[in-house]
């Protein structure tokens, strides 16, 4: 794997601190200013959820606590009330959703802010459709404070109790199973690695799933896996460390996930995809009134015991698209090398995303 070089955290702080500027539109986002014309065209609102029109959806979905509040939203009948009759496929991980989407196996997908912009990068056309989770405003800080309730993140660093890692910066020259390959797992490894006094590019770095990776570290295959909830809870509860909270340490705040698709099925079908922001939408809405019922869902959907995910970390759901948080994100990414296209966030954000 190329690793990037340079001075990765002082970059990083750097952009993450600049006035963020307007992007430019490139050929390659075309056809996202044709969807915004399109999208623009839409009359159906979330206000007034008719059926007159129905919809068979499919949707990748991860088997994380944050899409829990996904599942609790389509048995409460939400989808079903703005027309829509969906079909989930769980994969297993960030990029399988990007490919299932890409490749027409799903029609929309969830995935990653950072993987999102990756794939854009590499010339996949991909609109996000809807909002949906992240690190809710003012996190880090009041984690640093110690305030009661942010003590943990939904993603974490773990390492076996007898390794001697104790930090980050102890994992130069050690095998880290991360979720993506330079996308938001990577990123943020490498970005908690540099914080602590460590060599990110002398880490050598395995694309895994959460589970997968908790296995493998629990196998002793790896020093130490990223990972999030559900699947890190296992490891804790066999004794297993958080080192760092890598996506809030790094971040601090903002949206780290969304619903995409192929920016020509929303040419194609953009009423369906406006009936699907909109439940998407009172989803998230479910998901911050009811953090209970977001673990509970996830348990079901796990096959699990609830009292395994009690203590869970059930993330903050956006009711509508962070573009500020969005910039800033795109900023970090490029800033580290991971992607060098100019991308115009606006063009590829469908307006009724954005919009109250």
């Known amino acids: 794997m190329k690793n990037t070089v340079g001075s990765f955290t002082t970059r990083v702080a750097a952009v993450a601190a600049m006035v963020l500027v307007p992007f430019h539109v490139t050929t390659a986002n075309a056809a996202e200013t044709e969807v915004q014309r399109v999208m623009g065209a839409v009359k159906y609102k979330c206000g007034s959820p008719n059926t007159d029109t129905t919809a068979n959806l499919s949707v990748a979905a991860l088997p994380i606590v944050s899409n829990g509040a996904m599942f609790a939203a389509y048995n409460q009948g939400i989808f079903k009330k703005h027309g829509l009759e969906v079909q989930f496929k769980t994969l297993s991980a960030l990029p399988a959703t990007i490919s299932a989407v890409q490749g027409g196996a799903v029609d929309i997908a969830f995935t990653g802010t950072l993987a999102t912009f990756q794939a854009i990068d590499r010339g996949i056309p991909l609109t996000i459709v809807a909002p949906f989770a992240g690190i809710a405003p003012g996190y880090w800080k009041k984690m640093q404070a110690g305030e009661q309730g942010y003590t943990r993140e939904i993603t974490a660093l773990l390492v076996a109790p007898d390794s001697g890692i104790k930090h980050p910066g102890d994992l130069t020259g050690k095998t880290v199973a991360v979720g993506d390959a330079k996308g938001q797992a990577e990123l943020t490894t490498r970005y908690v690695i540099k914080k602590h006094g460590g060599d990110p590019d002398s880490v050598k770095y395995v694309v895994m799933g959460y589970a997968d990776a908790v296995n493998a570290l629990m196998a002793g295959q790896i020093d130490a896996a990223y990972s999030a909830e559900p699947a890190m809870v296992r490891a804790e509860q066999a004794g297993y460390k958080v080192i760092s909270w890598p996506g809030v340490e790094t971040f601090e705040e903002g949206p780290t996930s969304a619903f995409v698709a192929a920016s020509q099925y929303v040419l194609d079908n953009p009423e369906i995809v406006a009936r699907f922001n909109c439940a998407i939408r009172e989803a998230t809405a479910l998901g911050r009134a009811n953090p209970d019922l977001v673990r509970k869902t996830t348990a079901e959907q796990q096959k699990v015991d609830p009292a395994t ?48």
């Open 309 to 356: 995910l009690a203590k869970a970390v059930v993330p903050y759901y956006f009711s509508t698209v962070d573009m500020k948080g969005l910039e800033k994100f795109y900023n970090l990414e490029k800033e580290a090398g991971f992607i060098s296209s100019d991308i115009d966030l606006n063009a590829v954000v469908i307006p009724q995303a954005v919009n109250e």
